[in-house]
């Protein structure tokens, strides 16, 4: 077999597999660009038919990260994977507080866990950023509890726990938030690697293509 080296020569070819996938789907570019990247991420293709885009989720997403947003996430793992030199090169900053002393304390003084208890304690930071849940279902709803009572208002949210514990609750109630741009995966599928993807696949889009 020939074997393929070049990085970007892997990415393009991966990319062309990829595209009869997508033919017969209703997909504006945006949305496709984010589900080539989601099956590029996760080498399944299936996926396609779980995703699920609040209308204007792309443009609300695109916009913020080239305002300079900031970027959210609920593990260092899934910060890991987003590309901070590009967020950082408009202006933003990839945050992530799981790991932080005080909030490992927060958490098991308010019986949650350490993911929901980050955003809790930091929701005044929250207004107009990007917010990308990868990994606890629990982040997700305790970012969605903040968004029902008013108290904070992301330009994009980003839902995509794994799991069999939440996962798949959880996400079904982000079909029903009002008022926040989103895009989830639905059911026990998900994870940080296609969380960071859609955040990058925005951060990489370059028009309608």
Not at 87 to 102: M, S
Not at 127 to 143: C, K, M, Q, R, W
Not at 188 to 205: E, F, H
């Amino acid at each position: 077999m020939d074997i393929i080296w070049d990085p970007l020569e892997i990415e393009r070819k991966s990319m062309e597999i990829i595209e009869p996938y997508l033919v017969s789907h209703n997909l504006n570019p945006g949305q496709k660009a984010v589900i080539k990247r989601i099956i590029h991420t996760s080498g399944d293709p299936d996926l396609i038919h779980d995703v699920r885009f609040h209308p204007r989720a792309v443009e609300a997403g695109i916009s913020a990260l080239r305002k300079g947003a900031a970027v959210f996430t609920d593990v260092n793992m899934l910060k890991a994977g987003i590309n901070t030199k590009m967020v950082q090169g408009y202006g933003g900053e990839v945050r992530c507080f799981i790991a932080d002393p005080e909030v490992a304390v927060a958490a098991k003084a308010m019986g949650i866990t350490r993911a929901a208890a980050g955003f809790r304690m930091h929701s005044a930071e929250l207004d107009h950023s990007v917010v990308v849940i990868g990994n606890a279902p629990t982040a997700l709803f305790e970012v969605m509890d903040l968004i029902n009572k008013n108290m904070i208002a992301p330009a994009l949210l980003v839902g995509t726990p794994v799991g069999f514990v939440g996962a798949a609750e959880s996400k079904e109630l982000l079909l029903q938030l009002d008022g926040v741009p989103f895009i989830t995966l639905l059911g026990t599928r998900g994870g940080s690697s296609i969380a960071a993807s859609i955040i990058n696949a925005l951060l990489y889009y370059q028009g309608d293509k």
